[in-house]
């Protein structure tokens, strides 16, 4: 079994920044893909930003500028830093890895349980 575990939402000021982190763990053989997307209540979930395990990074054009994604040392974590939030951008951010199964070798996508990040203005 894969296990995706999420931290660091919570409430920031419009303006401010925000770091989640997601540690991937479980029956791994390796990691293809580490993601970051966003659900705002009544909207559909949408991307934020991808990487692929050669490092090629993927932003949506809102992301474009403000979000940096990046992958840890052990490479089975993933961060998104979040600059300059504004208001319009409270939603849970859902952490997705794409891996290859230790025991199949099948490619298996599993999704985090989300982190509520809240902008006050």
């Known amino acids: 079994q894969v296990q995706v575990v999420e931290s660091g939402g919570g409430l920031v000021q419009t303006g401010g920044s925000l770091r989640l982190s997601c540690a991937a763990s479980?029956?791994?053989?390796?990691?293809?893909?580490m993601a970051w997307y966003r659900q705002a209540p009544g909207k559909r979930r949408e991307l934020v930003a991808l990487i692929y395990s050669d490092g090629t990074t993927n932003y949506a054009d809102s992301a474009k500028g403000r979000f940096s994604i990046s992958r840890g040392n052990a490479n089975n974590t993933v961060y998104l830093q979040l600059n300059s939030l504004k208001p319009a951008y409270p939603a849970v951010y859902y952490c997705?890895?794409?891996?290859?199964?230790?025991?199949?070798?099948?490619?298996?996508?599993?999704w985090g349980q989300g982190s509520l990040v809240t902008v006050s203005s």
């Open positions: 997705n890895v794409g891996v290859i199964h230790l025991l199949t070798h099948t490619y298996v996508d599993v």
């Open positions: 479980g029956s791994i053989f390796s990691i293809n893909t």
